[in-house]
DNA sequence: CCCCTCAATGAGCAATCAGTCACCGAGTTA
DNA sequence: TAACTCGGTGACTGATTGCTCATTGAGGGG
């Protein structure tokens, strides 16, 4: 790699990390294009250079994060169908970057069909390795013979109420931390 | 009242109809203010001379429906605490303005704090009639000594979670009317 | 019949933004 | 070092949209 391709990655990676905390402060459709470049110190044309609109820029960013939850998730599940570790890493993970996901939550319906298909696509992957958990624990007789799919909607539902009035549940920090023994207790209580 | 007093109150009504109509077509974002005066065939000026600003306009859509269902959920409660038939018809009441509801689940974040302040102030009322018949049942060993809150959540956040992405869930018809009988199963599995 | 009131009108304002393009100049190549 | 490449620049465009205000004319009071 030459000068050029090293400030080209250079000025791509800032571009994607300064939209990121950005979109995270505002949203998606608050945070304007120009305010990205500004607050990166490029010029507003450079943005463009980089990525063909604003919705491939945050394509990027989040398929990032899903991409490594749905591995993160699908590691765990080769190794045991436990589900309550299963829900568990899951709420881990969302807490990691539960602000970004904050963002999704509320945003969601707002985007465009592919972007939302796309999101809702990976969605569906991970919940159905929970389906797979709950599945099995039936089969096993571990847990309640109930309508799976009912409950992983109550389970996910639930989520992504508490990320998306994220700011009635909490002052500061992390919803998910603080509800995530309630979620946990709750689910279990559903199933077993 | 005279003439012109009558011809007002027709064109605000007439506003008022259109507005809704168009709001659940398109969503409250999307609906331009003067598609609203196109469409009910007033001059655009018009529009803002009955209503201060567009947000007026669906505060007082809005208003009118939850107030609607709040002052039913309350006779209902006042006779009975049943918690399967107070649900039942909470269920019944969403679905007769199921796509204004849609229209809501979507867009409330988006709201300005006043709005949404006001929505979340008439659905904690409605909240808290469900809190106050499950601990009934409680007391009298009716249902499981649950953590009531989380329960509430639950159930609040799947019907939530159907409506925002309804498209999803049906084709055409009512999602509420659809998965019905599913969420009155989950949750009094949960609790009982 | 005249004058005043006021609901209604609609062209136009002001502000917002995503995305473009002609141009620049540092870096690369021969 | 001359010629060329290409990443970067930022003023500008075009589209959108909530809301205003000078004007109109039908209705009502005296």
């Not at 639930?158 to 009035?165: A, D, H, Q, R, V």
Request: no cysteine.
């Amino acid at each position: 790699m030459n000068k050029r391709q090293i400030q080209k990655k250079k000025t791509r990676e800032l571009i994607l990390q300064v939209a990121k905390k950005e979109f995270i402060k505002k949203g998606f459709l608050d945070t304007t294009t120009s305010e990205i470049s500004k607050k990166a110190e490029i010029a507003h044309g450079t943005l463009f250079l980089h990525f063909k609109n604003k919705e491939t820029l945050i394509i990027e960013i989040l398929d990032k994060e899903l991409e490594s939850i749905n591995t993160n998730i699908f590691k765990l599940i080769s190794k045991d169908y436990n589900l309550e570790r299963l829900l568990s890493q899951y709420l881990n993970l969302l807490q990691k970057e539960e602000d970004l996901f904050v963002v999704l939550a509320r945003e969601l319906p707002f985007y465009s069909d592919k972007l939302r298909r796309k999101i809702l696509f990976r969605d569906s992957i991970i919940r159905n390795h929970f389906h797979k958990a709950i599945e099995s624990g039936i089969k096993e007789k571990r847990y309640r013979d109930i309508d799976v799919t009912s409950a992983i909607i109550f389970l996910f539902g639930t989520i992504n109420y508490y990320l998306s009035l994220k700011p009635i549940f909490v002052k500061e920090g992390s919803v998910i931390k603080k509800f995530k023994s309630s979620i946990i207790k709750t689910f279990k209580k559903l199933i077993l």
